[in-house]
Nanobody, 122 residues
Framework: QVQLVESGGGLVQAGGSLTLSCAAS????????VGWFRQAPGKEREFVAG????????VYADSVKGRFTVSRDNAKNTVYLQMNSLKPEDTALYCC???????????????WGQGTQVTVSS
């Protein structure tokens, strides 16, 4: 069993930056691939970014490509999402999820965090 806790959300002006963290409860977190998702009110949850167990393979949604960067520090059991050039449409609850396996974008995820709110003002 792995618990995931997101942090780093907040209110930021358009064009600004935030870094989100996803901390896991166990060091076996290094064996999991991790994805970031977001959901805005009235909209479907969407995939944002993913990273494999070693951190050498990443994937991004087209809407954030070039602006967001996902990375991980397995010694700290933590995955990060660096968000730059934020836009109002990035406003959402951001959640991280983990899955066993080697695929950078798995079919399903085994564990989910409760999320951290990101609000981007004009």
């Amino acid at each position: 069993q792995v618990q995931l806790v997101e942090s780093g959300g907040g209110l930021v002006q358009a064009g600004g930056s935030l870094t989100l963290s996803c901390a896991a409860s166990r060091r076996t977190f290094s064996s999991y691939v991790v994805g970031w998702f977001r959901q805005a009110p009235g909209k479907e949850r969407e995939f944002v970014a993913g990273i494999n167990w070693s951190g050498d393979s990443t994937v991004y949604a087209d809407s954030v490509k070039g602006r967001f960067t996902v990375s991980r520090d397995n010694a700290k059991n933590t995955v990060y999402l660096q968000m730059n050039s934020l836009k109002p449409e990035d406003t959402a609850l951001y959640c991280c999820a983990a899955a066993g396996g080697l695929r950078v974008r798995p079919t399903s995820y085994d564990y989910w965090g409760q999320g951290t709110q990101v609000t981007v003002s004009s």
